[in-house]
């Protein structure tokens, strides 16, 4: 279905607190601005482009000859000839008149030839930008005309003075700002550069008009967001970023400490006893390593290549966890109590962790508040570059009191269709750019979810229908108790389903202890959303009311009692069944713009060995 552009007021839109108009309130009209012609108006942005146009050349003052009424321009040697009968002479004798002639010329400064800048400039707030067109008189070309420049201008919208693609400018007559650059360290050029160029410059990648076009669609399915749940009578609340509690129990998470040394890094290596191989450069190797069966992934390489890639880092990574293990059974001791005795010195007086997820904390206020949401970071070690993840993820969390499975899963798939119809009604000039610069299927996907059904099978017949499968064969083991790889949920909602797939009733091994436990005793009451192109959007479950059942699932999973009594006094004093689920708010990102990796769908990313600013 074709984008549709909603009506504009034909007003003009004044950003309130530095008096300028907003761009897209001019360009963004169905005539493109025409309606606005004659108006003055301060405009601000940053030049992408320019280009100098030259004036008339600048003439000498005409001398009248007083027999007769014929105009011409005069140089510099006949003024001095006029002035100077005896020099006239002297020229001819010597026959030099035309070489003094240009000396003298060249000698005597000339005033500069006068030139109009013209600017196309943008202020973020649209894609497209505005043309403004500067006279020499008012600034320098030089100055204004490099990329990146920064320019407050006041004038009059006027019809193009010159042909081109452009149907309003403005003809500046004040200039109010300029904020220069400088070309010989500035990152970006007229020339459209790669996105993974830009990763290393996250300060100046939004002014180009793709990452542009991003965040404005990611502030869109922000603002989708909260309206979902505002409307639907959810309560906001903020979940800690630092926490005491492991929600997840997983271990791969960030501690939090002021005790010297701890937040250090410090150079010291581990030797593998066989080959003498150092623990530092095995990680390293990872890191090529990644990078290396990405790079095949892009390019398309013969399967047989990226297949020896892939067994090749496995076996790395298994290398890896092999002497962690050993460095630890070597200290006696887990890292994670290294300096135990000194934890009552810290700034919390006990362990502490920048949060994996906050719906341990959520589902307290669930067992309160009813219907609660939060949105906002979360945070987790990854040391194996991904084009999906991320250490720093933005994630949207709810828990829901007094609810089942069924509900959650109701609730998600209602909350998809709702950010994607909102996108496709409200972001319809980003979605037209990046179809056309990134991927022209985009629109198509959107209104897969939108208006399209799911489908819904158990975590079994997911096994079942992939072990059916004869015309491919899967890098990763389809078995029974393992996490389904993302060629599994590739071919599951791109060849098989062709839409998107709910699975639920997942093995309890591969869940968070809190999920309620089924009761055939292997499988627990979670679900997951997966999509084409990203795979897995949405992690949700019905948790596990049970004070004796949660209690013996902590007990299972090694996990430290003493961490979660708070979260089992839930249990303790009126529980109340609840369901909730997890949204990978990067990875909706990716879907609604057709991005590759998740590092470019984010303002500032953080992954492994990457902090920059």
């Not at 019809?159 to 500046?172: F, N, T, V």
């Not at 004040?174 to 010989?184: A, E, R, S, Y």
């Not at 499968?469 to 078995?479: D, L, M």
């Not at 389903?497 to 093995?507: A, D, F, L, S, T």
Request: aromatic letters at 8%; glycine letters at 6%.
């Amino acid at each position: 279905m074709a984008l549709e552009q909603a009506p504009m007021e034909t007003q003009l839109v004044l950003s309130k607190y530095s008096k300028r108009v907003v761009l897209k309130s001019v360009l963004g009209q169905n005539d493109g601005g025409v309606g606005f012609i004659g108006r003055r108006v301060v405009v601000g942005g940053w030049v992408k482009s320019s280009r100098e146009v030259r004036k008339d050349p600048v003439t000498l003052p005409v001398v009248v000859a007083p027999d007769a009424g014929v105009h011409r321009d005069v140089t510099c040697v006949e003024v001095l000839q006029s002035r100077f009968p005896f020099l006239r002479s002297i020229l001819k004798v010597l026959g030099g008149e035309q070489i003094i002639r240009d000396k003298l010329d060249t000698v005597l400064p000339r005033p500069p030839q006068p030139s109009i800048a013209i600017l196309q400039v943008s202020d973020g707030s649209c894609v497209a930008s505005l043309q403004v067109v500067v006279d020499s008189s008012l600034a320098p070309p030089a100055r204004i005309m490099p990329t990146g420049t920064c320019i407050l201008a006041e004038g009059i919208l006027q019809q193009p003075s010159m042909q081109g693609k452009q149907i309003i400018e403005l003809k500046a007559e004040k200039i109010l700002h300029i904020g220069t650059v400088d070309q010989d360290r500035y990152p970006l050029s007229k020339k459209r550069l790669p996105l993974e160029n830009l990763r290393d410059s996250a300060q100046f990648r939004p002014r180009t008009t793709t990452v542009a076009s991003v965040m404005r669609i990611r502030s869109a399915l922000t603002q989708a967001t909260h309206t979902f749940f505002q409307e639907n009578n959810f309560l906001y609340v903020q979940v800690p970023i630092i926490t005491s509690t492991d929600c997840e129990g997983t271990g791969e998470i960030f501690q939090v400490t002021t005790l010297p040394g701890k937040g250090k890094i410090k150079n010291q290596s581990t030797a593998d006893d066989a080959g003498g191989v150092k623990l530092e450069v095995m990680k390293a190797s990872i890191k090529e390593k990644s990078k290396q069966v990405e790079e095949l992934k892009r390019t398309d390489s013969n399967k047989e290549a990226l297949a020896a890639a892939i067994q090749d880092l496995k076996k790395t990574i298994e290398l890896v966890s092999q002497l962690e293990a050993k460095e630890k059974a070597k200290s006696g001791k887990p890292a994670r109590t290294e300096n135990k005795d000194k934890v009552s010195e810290d700034f919390f007086s006990c362990q502490t962790f920048l949060t994996v997820s906050g719906c341990l904390h959520l589902e307290s206020y669930a067992c309160s508040l009813g219907n609660v949401y939060s949105f906002g970071p979360r945070f987790r070690v990854n040391r194996i570059e991904s084009r999906k993840s991320l250490s720093e993820a933005w994630m949207v969390e709810l828990e829901m009191a007094f609810t089942e499975l069924e509900d959650a899963v109701d609730c998600a798939n209602d909350f998809l269709k709702f950010i994607c119809k909102w996108i496709l009604e409200n972001s319809v000039e980003d979605l037209k750019f990046v179809s056309k610069r990134i991927d022209n299927t985009i629109v198509d996907r959107l209104q897969l979810i939108a208006t399209g059904a799911v489908e819904k099978i158990s975590y079994t017949e997911a096994i079942e229908v992939l072990n059916k499968v004869t015309e491919k064969k899967f890098e990763a083991k389809v078995e029974w108790g393992v996490s389904l790889s993302e060629e599994h949920e590739s071919y599951l909602t791109e060849e098989m389903y062709k839409k998107p797939v709910i699975i639920y009733n997942h093995p309890k091994e591969i869940k968070p202890f809190y999920t309620r436990l089924s009761d055939d005793g292997k499988t627990v009451a979670a679900f997951d959303v997966i999509v084409p192109k990203v795979g897995t959007l949405i992690r949700g479950s019905q948790n596990e009311e049970r004070f004796s059942v949660l209690s013996t699932r902590i007990n299972e999973m090694g996990l430290a009692k003493e961490q979660y009594e708070w979260y089992l006094d839930l249990r303790r004093h009126g529980t109340a069944k609840c369901s909730g689920f997890t949204f990978l708010f990067d990875s909706l990102v990716l879907y609604a713009t057709g991005l590759n990796d998740v590092r470019d769908a984010v303002p500032f990313p953080r992954s492994f060995g990457k902090a920059n600013n």
